[in-house]
């Protein structure tokens, strides 16, 4: 299909198709309501009458699987007439955005898209071609699938496979040939080196009734999938978190008692049978507690009997056997013109996002406080809580932080979710978007970072109570490289942040037996540099008094940074986050409370 066939389709036509196959409908209905009654006969009975009232009855048949055919063709002129509209407006504006571009860009008939200009040119209008054409071959794919479903409609025609089936009156047999046609939903594009912006043209390329169709019929396509829209992926998600929860509590619900596990288990020992029946256990019930945390992240004020909070957004659920995955939104990131993404650390679970969330919300009610006070009230903030990755469990100690190492395994992902977000945002490449990495959370935004490899995604980054950055996706030497400036991050001069508290054993200082270590997990170096001693701008996190709001509380240790203090606002470093989240750092440098010396 190329393009000028899309355009060439003559949707007035389909249209007239439709309204006039109602007309034919109602004649078919009043053949079938006469020979209905003409089957009666009333008052004859006879060898004749019953071969008449036979020979009527199929007559009245081929009528229904008439009415049937009629009903498929009605249907499929509907679908097809609404989708190829919106073919034609997507295509109407692409080609407006390339007579925009001052004879720069040029799209061809296969969808192609061409620059013209000096090297500069070429370079600054990249991005807008690559995404035209993902946008262009997106039309002809969707105009394929369109042309492909109404050839097998009309083939299951010609064939004598669209009939009414067991329908008994001229209504059902419509209804069941329409069931027999319309058009499919198609499958996103998928496979390696697919990118969230060519998930969005597919999108976009659906008409609303096939949009629909896919969250109905095909949930599982779209929630996890970057480059879909925030509220269908909401919509799917939900769906899932609520059959989870109905199987993990049919599961503890089932939980046998230790006689019935024994009796199941035969010629196991006592302390084998102790150990499974525990794992069991705890297996079912963890399953549970984190789809019901889930849950609790996304209610008002966090009681599901309340019902979910309609500014909330499940972005991502993924159940695996290890961990329950999954993202929740303050505020719907395809509005806001700020979306400041959270990943965190070590220990953190599925049952820890009720408290991220908690955060969120502080965090979006500073930012937009901030940006009102500063003279951009017009302006909203989405904070994502990203638990998207299966950071280390470290029972109480740090050692996890060290030797664990599944940053690399998280920052694939993440990155995906930096591009999603900007290629849904309604403010395009100009959403401002803040990547925030706590703890080891630090280590797999930092590594997300390098990993998608060119700027103008992601504006803005903080790194607080890190254990370090990793390594790039270069090597130095036949080594690979570590991350120490923000060239590494594709983040802009003066745009990466760190943050470490006093008494933070993994960025400032381990105690031990009751002793101050002048050390910290990052000072080991497991994960590169401290922090703290790369050339990136060190943000205060002691008490401070900031220009606008009340005074501020310090934090102290590994997990005060985004809380609350005792007065009931953001701490310092929650404040500073809050001030980069809202794109203000740039703007209005002065309001960052930065350390000292």
Same mark, same amino acid.
């Given at each position: 299909m190329l393009l000028s066939e899309i355009e060439s389709w003559d949707v007035a036509a389909l249209k007239t198709v439709a309204t006039e196959l109602g007309a034919e409908l109602e004649a078919a209905q009043r053949a079938a309501t006469e020979l209905g009654n003409l089957a009666g006969l009333p008052g004859w009975e006879s060898p004749a009458a019953d071969v008449a009232r036979e020979r009527i009855a199929t007559a009245r048949a081929h009528v229904l699987d008439d009415a049937a055919v009629l009903g498929a063709v009605e249907r499929l002129a509907e679908e097809t007439a609404q989708a190829v509209s919106t073919l034609q407006q997507q295509l109407t504006a692409l080609r407006a955005e390339v007579a925009g571009s001052e004879g720069h860009l040029s799209l061809s008939d296969g969808g *192609? @898209?061409?620059?013209?200009?000096?090297? *500069?040119?070429?370079?600054?209008?990249?991005?807008e071609a690559d995404d035209i054409e993902a946008r262009a071959k997106a039309l002809i794919r969707q105009a394929d699938d369109i042309d492909a479903d109404c050839a097998e409609v009309f083939t299951n025609i010609a064939d004598g496979k669209v009939t009414g089936g067991r329908a008994t009156d001229f209504e059902g047999a419509r209804q069941a040939g329409g069931l027999q046609s319309g058009l499919s939903a198609p499958y996103p594009p998928d496979g390696p080196g697919v990118t969230p912006h060519?998930?969005? !043209? /597919? /999108? %976009? #390329?659906?008409?609303? *009734? +096939?949009?629909?169709? @896919? @969250?109905e019929e095909h949930p599982d396509w779209i929630g996890n999938r970057d480059g879909v829209p925030v509220p269908p992926r909401h919509d799917a998600?939900? %769906? &899932?978190? *609520?059959?989870?929860? #109905? &199987?993990?509590?049919? +599961?503890? #619900?089932?939980?046998?008692?230790?006689e019935e596990y024994r009796r199941d288990h035969p010629g196991r020992n006592a302390a084998a049978l102790n150990s499974g029946y525990t794992a069991m256990v705890g297996d079912r019930r963890r399953r549970l507690d984190e789809a019901l945390g889930v849950q609790r992240a996304l209610s008002v004020d966090g009681d599901p009997s309340q019902g979910y909070d309609k500014d909330r957004y499940l972005m991502m659920f993924e159940p695996t056997?290890?961990?329950?995955? &999954? !993202?929740? !939104?303050i505020g719907n990131p395809d509005e806001a013109q700020h979306v400041a993404v959270t990943t965190p650390g070590m220990t953190t679970h599925a049952t820890s996002l009720p408290s991220m969330a908690d955060e969120?919300?502080?965090?979006r009610r500073e930012a937009e406080f901030q940006l009102e006070r500063a003279g951009f009230g017009g302006e909203r903030v989405a904070a994502v809580a990203w638990f998207g990755y299966d950071p280390p469990d470290v029972d109480g100690t740090v050692?996890? &932080? @060290?030797?664990?190492n599944r940053a690399n395994a998280g920052a694939v992902d993440l990155a995906d979710f930096y591009r999603g977000i900007n290629a849904t945002n309604a403010h395009g490449s100009e959403v401002h978007l803040s990547a925030l990495g706590h703890s080891y959370g630090s280590t797999t935004t930092a590594q997300a970072l390098n990993e998608l490899g060119e700027t103008g995604v992601v504006d803005d980054a903080v790194f607080y109570g890190s254990p370090g950055l990793g390594y790039a996706n270069e090597t130095i030497l036949g080594m690979? !490289?570590?991350i120490v400036d923000e060239s590494q991050l594709f983040l802009p001069d003066g745009h990466a942040f760190v943050m470490s508290a006093d008494r933070d054993p993994v960025s400032e200082e381990v105690s031990k037996w009751g002793i101050d270590l002048p050390v910290s997990i990052a000072d080991l170096g497991a994960h590169g540099p401290n922090p703290t001693s790369l050339p990136f701008e060190r943000l205060a996190t002691d008490a401070s008094e900031p220009t606008y709001g009340p005074p501020r509380e310090g934090a102290s240790g590994h997990s005060e940074y985004p809380r609350l203090g005792s007065n009931a606002v953001l701490r310092t470093p929650g404040y500073n986050l809050a001030i980069v989240a809202a794109g203000l750092a740039d703007r209005r440098p002065e309001l960052l409370i930065r350390e000292e010396g």
């Amino acid at each position: 299909m190329l393009l000028s066939e899309i355009e060439s389709w003559d949707v007035a036509a389909l249209k007239t198709v439709a309204t006039e196959l109602g007309a034919e409908l109602e004649a078919a209905q009043r053949a079938a309501t006469e020979l209905g009654n003409l089957a009666g006969l009333p008052g004859w009975e006879s060898p004749a009458a019953d071969v008449a009232r036979e020979r009527i009855a199929t007559a009245r048949a081929h009528v229904l699987d008439d009415a049937a055919v009629l009903g498929a063709v009605e249907r499929l002129a509907e679908e097809t007439a609404q989708a190829v509209s919106t073919l034609q407006q997507q295509l109407t504006a692409l080609r407006a955005e390339v007579a925009g571009s001052e004879g720069h860009l040029s799209l061809s008939d296969g969808g *192609e @898209v061409t620059i013209s200009g000096t090297a *500069e040119e070429i370079r600054d209008l990249q991005d807008e071609a690559d995404d035209i054409e993902a946008r262009a071959k997106a039309l002809i794919r969707q105009a394929d699938d369109i042309d492909a479903d109404c050839a097998e409609v009309f083939t299951n025609i010609a064939d004598g496979k669209v009939t009414g089936g067991r329908a008994t009156d001229f209504e059902g047999a419509r209804q069941a040939g329409g069931l027999q046609s319309g058009l499919s939903a198609p499958y996103p594009p998928d496979g390696p080196g697919v990118t969230p912006h060519e998930v969005t !043209a /597919w /999108w %976009d #390329a659906l008409s609303p *009734e +096939e949009q629909r169709k @896919v @969250v109905e019929e095909h949930p599982d396509w779209i929630g996890n999938r970057d480059g879909v829209p925030v509220p269908p992926r909401h919509d799917a998600n939900i %769906d &899932a978190l *609520e059959r989870e929860i #109905a &199987a993990a509590r049919a +599961e503890v #619900a089932s939980i046998p008692s230790r006689e019935e596990y024994r009796r199941d288990h035969p010629g196991r020992n006592a302390a084998a049978l102790n150990s499974g029946y525990t794992a069991m256990v705890g297996d079912r019930r963890r399953r549970l507690d984190e789809a019901l945390g889930v849950q609790r992240a996304l209610s008002v004020d966090g009681d599901p009997s309340q019902g979910y909070d309609k500014d909330r957004y499940l972005m991502m659920f993924e159940p695996t056997d290890t961990e329950l995955l &999954a !993202a929740v !939104a303050i505020g719907n990131p395809d509005e806001a013109q700020h979306v400041a993404v959270t990943t965190p650390g070590m220990t953190t679970h599925a049952t820890s996002l009720p408290s991220m969330a908690d955060e969120a919300v502080a965090l979006r009610r500073e930012a937009e406080f901030q940006l009102e006070r500063a003279g951009f009230g017009g302006e909203r903030v989405a904070a994502v809580a990203w638990f998207g990755y299966d950071p280390p469990d470290v029972d109480g100690t740090v050692g996890g &932080a @060290v030797l664990e190492n599944r940053a690399n395994a998280g920052a694939v992902d993440l990155a995906d979710f930096y591009r999603g977000i900007n290629a849904t945002n309604a403010h395009g490449s100009e959403v401002h978007l803040s990547a925030l990495g706590h703890s080891y959370g630090s280590t797999t935004t930092a590594q997300a970072l390098n990993e998608l490899g060119e700027t103008g995604v992601v504006d803005d980054a903080v790194f607080y109570g890190s254990p370090g950055l990793g390594y790039a996706n270069e090597t130095i030497l036949g080594m690979p !490289a570590l991350i120490v400036d923000e060239s590494q991050l594709f983040l802009p001069d003066g745009h990466a942040f760190v943050m470490s508290a006093d008494r933070d054993p993994v960025s400032e200082e381990v105690s031990k037996w009751g002793i101050d270590l002048p050390v910290s997990i990052a000072d080991l170096g497991a994960h590169g540099p401290n922090p703290t001693s790369l050339p990136f701008e060190r943000l205060a996190t002691d008490a401070s008094e900031p220009t606008y709001g009340p005074p501020r509380e310090g934090a102290s240790g590994h997990s005060e940074y985004p809380r609350l203090g005792s007065n009931a606002v953001l701490r310092t470093p929650g404040y500073n986050l809050a001030i980069v989240a809202a794109g203000l750092a740039d703007r209005r440098p002065e309001l960052l409370i930065r350390e000292e010396g």
